[in-house]
Structure formats: structure tokens, C-alpha cells
């Protein structure tokens, strides 16, 4: 964009669903800690479709630690947003990270 070059990034399209559950920081929007160790990011096991975007972290000293109130994004993209759901939930789980909550309703508008 700053380029002014978007016409030459490839856009992939899906028929099937995403859904996006945020992990944040105990305390956001309010005051939340910095600085909070993310262990065990490295044995989240992820398969085909599933991600986990960094958006409030950062290392200090070879760890990763949180940065921000928004901490990580854990996106799943299958053919049920009920599935992407229970699968980012199983995911943020697998985290155990103490620090962090994340809405419990996302989807709920469009999960029979």
C-alpha cells in the first residue's frame, strides 16, 4: 500500500467459513500487564487451515511474552463455523496461557 503496488498481490479466495477468536490480556480494554511469558505457544498443535496471528506480542530474552491488550488471533477455516469455533477454543486451551481471556459468544449469530 505504501508502494502503491496492491495490484500486484494475488488474492486467494474460499468457499468455506473462517471465524476468528482474540485472546487478550486479563484487564483489556482497561489496564491489562505487559511483559506476561506466552509458554507453550510452540506445542500448539496446528493442522491445515489453522493459525494463530501475533498481534500484541513481543520477545524479550529468546521468550514470547505479550505486548498489548489484543494478544494473539486464532483463526480456523473449515466448512462449520461451529467446528472453527470449538477448534479455536481447543486451540486457546491447549495455550493454557493464565493471563488471557477471550469472548466466549463469538459466532453465536451465525451457529445454528
Known sequence: CINKN??????EWFDDKS?????CSKGYPDTYRNSIQIENLDKVA???NEFIFH???K???DQIV???GR??????RSK?????????????????????????DIGHKVID
Open 19 to 23: 471465524l476468528c477468536i482474540v485472546l
Open 46 to 48: 496446528l493442522e491445515n
Open 71 to 76: 494478544v494473539l488471533n486464532f483463526v480456523i
Open 66 to 68: 505479550s505486548s498489548g
Open 80 to 104: 462449520s463455523f461451529k467446528d472453527n469455533r470449538d477448534r479455536a477454543i481447543e486451540l486457546i486451551n491447549q495455550l493454557d496461557w493464565d493471563n488471557g481471556f477471550f469472548r466466549k
Open 6 to 11: 496492491l495490484k500486484s498481490i494475488n488474492i
Open 55 to 57: 498481534a500484541g506480542t
Open 59 to 61: 520477545i524479550e530474552k
